[in-house]
């Protein structure tokens, strides 16, 4: 199975957050044909959680997973170790109080 360029999952994913009236930042540009991507969301108390993308390796599935959780400066330095390991990596983060992150949503495995 092909995969969708990054850059163009990236650009369909703020549209689709955006119409739902939640703000989206791209805090890095990893690359657009292959980078992996990272998504913050930020609930505006202090709180955050990151999520990555996980593929089953015996189904071929893919699923987003939790990689930090809580303090959003603890979040935040998750976030930037794993900069640091993949100058690639796409960040971006979502504001929202009420905890929406769309990840959960059809097409956007």
Known sequence: MS???TGIWVSA?????QAEGISTYVV???DATAG???VKLATMDGQAQAF???VDLMTGARTWMTLAEG???AVDASIAKQRGF???LWVIEVEDA???HMLDEPGLD
């Open 28 to 30: 890095a540009r990893g």
């Open 13 to 17: 994913y703020l549209t689709r957050l």
């Open 86 to 88: 993949d100058p690639d």
């Open 36 to 38: 992996a991507v990272l």
């Open 98 to 100: 009420r905890g929406r």
């Open 52 to 54: 990555q993308r996980s």
């Open 3 to 5: 995969r969708l360029a």
């Open 71 to 73: 303090d959003e400066a």
